[in-house]
Nanobody, 115 residues
Framework: VRLVESGGGLVQPGGSLRLSCAASGFTFSWYAMRWYRQAPGKERELVADITGAGGTTNYADFVKGRFTISRDNAKNTVYLQMNSLEFEDTAVYYC?????????WGQGTQVTVSS
């Protein structure tokens, strides 16, 4: 299993970013995918998740209405569209899959919201 995140960067408050996570090594469409984030000095927290077919999504309260998780099973990729970014969204963002009893993580992508 391999997960590779991309799309992070430096953005001003109110701006947008789109994160991508390319997955390989498993049957992507069979598994729910999750985005987590970890800010400096804080625990890793769940941001959003999406079912294998993409029909059901869930969001943490702190991103509802601002972030959208989606997936393209033909490309084995899950996305996180982040709009109306706030200073508090600064963190390393990770994608995650729970596969055959193991939890797999990518290397993360840094998102920094700063003026």
């Amino acid at each position: 299993v391999r997960l590779v995140e991309s799309g992070g960067g430096l953005v001003q408050p109110g701006g947008s970013l789109r994160l991508s996570c390319a997955a390989s090594g498993f049957t992507f469409s069979w598994y729910a995918m999750r985005w987590y984030r970890q800010a400096p000095g804080k625990e890793r927290e769940l941001v959003a998740d999406i079912t294998g077919a993409g029909g059901t999504t869930n969001y943490a309260d702190f991103v509802k209405g601002r972030f959208t998780i989606s997936r393209d099973n033909a490309k084995n990729t899950v996305y996180l569209q982040m709009n109306s970014l706030e200073f508090e969204d600064t963190a390393v963002y990770y994608c995650n899959v729970f596969h055959l009893g193991n939890s797999y993580w990518g290397q993360g992508t840094q998102v920094t919201v700063s003026s």
